[in-house]
């Protein structure tokens, strides 16, 4: 069974500073992965998706990295702003076979204070 | 997002009552989910369902629980009778092909 699990749980640094957001799944047998971000009382909205044979992607501020033979994806927040306050939740999608099913993380709340 | 519209945005009923969430994705995408947000467990998968047959239904309580997908722009969750261990954020999301998953904005259910 696939687990997620995503460190820290919780984050708080001033504006401007650099940060990486880890996640790590116990089964590397995945199709893909993908970072999403929560606002407070509102829906997910999808920040990156990496495919299984990417290594990361990449946008804007953002950059997501992908290790699957040990299970782990980092993404990457360069000059953090206020703005990128939420939570941030990794999902991984299993291989054909195993379902569709997308199994998520705890996620990390991340402030950014001014 | 705008691909997924839920409806309702919010839901309070009492318990015991019948509760119907609509999900109405854009037509052209068959693959629809249901996940439940809640603090303790975090985002869980209830059911899917492609070209509108359930292919998964194991992560959902039989007994009370029902999704269907009567036709291709409308997806429903029914809980019947609700109870306040119901009380959650459902999301509906869709399958994008090299987009990954794309949700809806959710129903946030309280039961009391």
């Known amino acids: 069974k696939q687990e997620v699990t995503q460190i820290p749980a919780a984050l708080s640094v001033p504006e401007g500073e650099n940060l990486v957001l880890n996640c790590s799944f116990t089964d590397s047998a995945i199709y893909n992965l993908q970072w999403f971000r929560q606002d407070p009382g509102k829906g997910l909205t999808s920040l990156l998706l990496?495919?299984?044979?990417?290594r990361e992607q990449t946008s804007g501020r953002l950059n997501a990295s992908l290790d699957k033979s040990s299970g782990r994806s980092t993404l990457y927040i360069a000059a953090s702003q206020p703005g990128d306050s939420a939570t941030y939740l990794c999902a991984v999608k299993g291989m054909a076979g195993y379902g569709n099913k997308l199994v998520f993380g705890a996620g990390t709340i991340l402030r950014v204070k001014s | 997002d705008a691909r997924v519209t839920q409806t309702p945005r919010h839901k309070v009923t009492e318990m015991g009552q019948e509760v119907t969430m609509r999900c109405q994705p854009i037509l052209g995408h068959n693959t629809v989910f249901w996940y439940r947000q809640t603090m303790m467990q975090g985002l869980e998968l209830l059911a899917y369902f492609r070209n509108r047959a359930p292919l998964d239904d194991s992560g959902m309580p039989k007994d009370r629980f029902s999704a269907e997908m009567p036709d291709a722009t409308l997806a429903t969750l029914k809980i019947q009778p609700s109870e306040p261990r119901d009380s959650a954020v459902y999301f509906c999301?869709?399958?994008?092909?090299?987009?990954?998953?794309?949700f809806g904005s959710g129903t946030r259910l309280t039961v009391v």
């Open positions: 990496i495919q299984s044979s990417q």
């Open positions: 999301a869709l399958r994008v092909l090299n987009y990954g998953y794309t």
